[in-house]
C-alpha cells in the first residue's frame, strides 16, 4: 500500500517552524568577513609610540634577524626562501595592525598626562592613514575598561583619542579589557552609538574588541558562556576576541611560572571563545608572552625559539592572530606565519583542484572541506607567504575569484 505525501497543512506547519530558524541562523551565523584577519596585534604604551613606530619596528626586527642568521635556518630547516619572505615583510609592511596601550602596558598616571598621550594617539592614528600600506592597516587603542574605578577615565580617554584624530580614522578598533559581564557590552554598544552619532558615521561602523582576561568571562554565574552571548549581542560593532594570557591565568590561581598560552586553563578558555565565534565573523586571538629576546646571544636565542613554538602551536590550534609585544617577536611571528601557510599550500591547493575537477582523489573532500582549503590559501597569500601565480602553477582551477567565491560559500564550481 503507497503512502500518501505529506499535506499541504502538515508542511505548512513545518515551514512555521523551520522558517524562523533558518531567520536566526542566517542573523546569527554569517560567515566569515571577506576582510582577511591580521597575523597578529602589536602592543605598544601610549608613552613610547610615535608615527615612526611601524618602520622603526621593523628596523629593529631585521637587526634581531641579522643577528640571529643561525637561529632562523633551524627553525625553518634551512628554508632560505622563508627566511627571504620574513625579511621582505620587515623591511616593507612589519606590522598589520596595532594598539596603542593606555590600560596595563600604561599603567596610572595624572590625568592630565593621559589627557596629553590620549590626544597624540590620536593624531597618531589620523597619520598612518596617510601612511599605508605602510602602516598597519588596522589599529586604535586600549582604553581602560569598564570597572567601577576605571571607567570614567577610560571613556575619557576614548573620547579625546577621537578628537584629537579628528574622528574615527579608517581602520580604527578599540579594545575594550577585562569583560567580566555581558552587560558590559551593551554598555559598549550605547558608547559607540554615541560616537556615531556625534562623527556622522552609520550604525554598526565603530568596531571593538573584547579582552577575555578573567573567568567569568568564558563562564557565567548562571552557568552560560558569556563570551557566546556577547558575540550575539555586541556584532556587528564586535569584530573580535582576544585572550588575555597572564590577567586570565592569575585569575584562574596558576602561579606564575606556569602561566602561559600552552597552560590547560589557556587552551580551555580559547576552545570556547573559538566555539562560540565559529561561524560568527568574530575572530580570535590569542594572547602573548612575556619572553622577549632581549639579553646575551644564547638568551636571544632561546627567546626566539619559544615564540617561534608558540606561534607555530597556535596555527596549528586554529588561532590564526596573537599578540606581539617586542620587535624581535616580529621576526618569529613572520618566520612561522609565512612557513605555515608556504608548507601548507602544495596539498590544499592540489586537494581543490580535485575538489574541482570533481575527481577521485586520495581524500574526497566536503564542501566544508574545500572552504577550509580555501581559507588556508587566502591565508598564506595574505601574509605574502606565495603568489597568486604559485598557487596556479600547482592547481590551476585555483584562481584568486575563485577561491573568494569558494571562501564565502559559493561553492566555487561552476554552474
Given amino acids: 500500500m503507497t503512502r500518501s505525501p505529506l499535506s499541504p497543512s502538515v508542511r505548512a506547519r513545518i515551514e512555521d517552524i523551520l522558517q524562523p530558524v533558518d531567520d536566526d541562523l542566517a542573523l546569527g551565523y554569517p560567515g566569515d568577513r571577506a576582510q582577511m584577519q591580521p597575523a597578529h596585534t602589536v602592543y605598544v604604551g601610549a608613552a613610547d609610540v610615535d608615527e615612526q613606530t611601524p618602520t622603526s619596528w621593523g628596523e629593529r626586527a631585521v637587526g634581531i634577524a641579522d643577528a640571529a642568521g643561525d637561529v632562523l635556518g633551524e627553525l625553518t630547516g634551512g628554508a632560505d626562501v622563508v627566511v627571504d619572505l620574513m625579511r621582505e615583510r620587515l623591511r616593507d609592511n612589519p606590522i598589520e595592525d596595532l594598539r596603542i596601550d593606555l590600560e596595563d602596558g600604561y599603567g596610572w598616571r595624572a590625568d592630565d598626562v593621559e589627557d596629553a598621550h590620549a590626544r597624540r594617539a590620536g593624531e597618531i592614528l589620523a597619520a598612518w592613514t596617510r601612511q599605508r600600506p605602510h602602516a598597519p592597516r588596522s589599529a586604535g587603542v586600549r582604553a581602560k575598561g569598564l570597572g567601577e574605578?576605571?571607567?570614567?577615565?577610560?571613556?575619557?580617554?576614548?573620547?579625546?583619542?577621537?578628537?584629537?584624530?579628528?574622528?574615527?580614522?579608517?581602520?580604527?578598533v578599540f579594545t575594550v579589557p577585562k569583560l567580566r559581564d555581558v552587560?558590559?557590552?551593551?554598555?559598549?554598544?550605547?558608547?559607540?552609538?554615541?560616537?556615531?552619532?556625534?562623527?556622522?558615521?552609520?550604525?554598526?561602523?565603530?568596531?571593538?574588541?573584547?579582552?577575555?582576561?578573567?573567568?567569568?568571562?568564558?563562564?557565567?554565574s548562571d552557568g552560560r558562556a558569556t563570551v557566546a552571548q556577547a558575540i550575539h549581542r555586541g556584532r556587528p560593532r564586535l569584530t573580535g576576541l582576544h585572550y588575555g594570557t597572564y590577567d586570565y591565568s592569575a585569575a584562574s590561581g596558576i602561579v606564575p611560572a606556569q602561566q602561559s598560552l600552552t597552560h590547560p586553563v589557556a587552551d580551555h578558555a580559547k576552545a570556547v571563545m573559538a566555539a562560540a565565534a565559529a561561524q560568527t565573523g568574530v575572530w580570535i586571538s590569542d594572547g602573548s608572552t612575556q619572553v622577549v629576546p632581549t639579553g646575551s646571544a644564547e638568551q636571544i636565542a632561546s627567546a626566539l625559539r619559544r615564540h617561534h613554538g608558540l606561534v607555530v602551536r597556535s596555527l596549528e590550534h586554529g588561532l590564526y592572530q596573537g599578540w606581539d609585544m617586542h620587535p624581535g617577536h616580529l621576526v618569529t611571528r613572520w618566520l612561522a606565519v609565512?612557513?605555515?601557510?608556504?608548507?601548507?599550500?602544495?596539498?590544499?591547493?592540489?586537494?581543490?583542484?580535485?575538489?574541482?575537477?570533481?575527481r577521485s582523489a586520495d581524500v574526497v573532500d566536503e564542501p566544508a572541506t574545500a572552504m577550509a582549503l580555501s581559507a588556508v590559501i587566502l591565508r598564506g597569500a595574505a601574509a605574502a607567504a606565495f603568489t597568486d601565480d604559485d598557487v596556479v602553477a600547482i592547481a590551476p582551477a585555483c584562481t584568486p575569484a575563485r577561491l573568494a567565491d569558494l571562501r564565502a560559500g559559493g561553492g566555487g564550481l561552476p554552474g
Fill in 149 to 172: 574605578q576605571e571607567r570614567a577615565r577610560g571613556l575619557r580617554t576614548l573620547e579625546l583619542v577621537l578628537d584629537a584624530a579628528g574622528g574615527v580614522p579608517e581602520g580604527f
Fill in 183 to 220: 552587560r558590559q557590552v551593551d554598555a559598549v554598544n550605547v558608547l559607540c552609538a554615541e560616537f556615531e552619532r556625534v562623527h556622522g558615521l552609520a550604525e554598526g561602523q565603530l568596531h571593538y574588541e573584547l579582552q577575555v582576561e578573567i573567568p567569568q568571562a568564558v563562564l557565567g
Fill in 338 to 358: 609565512i612557513g605555515f601557510f608556504r608548507a601548507a599550500m602544495p596539498t590544499a591547493a592540489q586537494r581543490l583542484q580535485a575538489y574541482f575537477d570533481r
